[in-house]
């Protein structure tokens, strides 16, 4: 059973952190591209970081140097390491692995960023 569960989100002041995990199970995590994906409420989802298999990080421009994303493939995690917060980050965060014919996704965790 392919599982994405995402943990870590939160309420936290502007200018805070947060860091949330994915740990996934059910398939070859390391085969597999993954990414951080947000969606804020009557916005479209949008990708926020990426990790190919193989490869190196990538950023949406709104977050580039200011979120890190990390995967741990002995452990089959994907983390997301949030500093510099802003109202603007608020969204509901999404955990995503993909192949070529395959595409999986988590429940979802609530981010606030709020004074």
């Known amino acids: 059973q392919v599982q994405l569960v995402e943990s870590g989100g939160g309420l936290v002041q502007p200018g805070g952190s947060l860091r949330l995990s994915c740990a996934a199970s059910?398939?070859?995590?390391?085969?597999?591209?993954v990414a951080w994906h947000r969606q804020a409420p009557g916005k479209q989802r949008e990708l926020v970081a990426a990790f190919a298999s193989g490869g190196s990080p990538d950023y949406a421009a709104s977050v580039k140097g200011r979120f890190t994303i990390s995967r741990d493939n002995a452990k089959n995690t994907v983390d997301l390491r949030m500093n510099n917060l802003k109202p603007e980050d608020t969204a509901v965060y999404y955990c995503n692995a993909w192949a070529a014919r395959t595409d999986y996704w988590g429940q979802g965790t609530q981010v606030t960023v709020s004074a």
């Open positions: 059910g398939f070859i995590f390391s085969r597999y591209h």
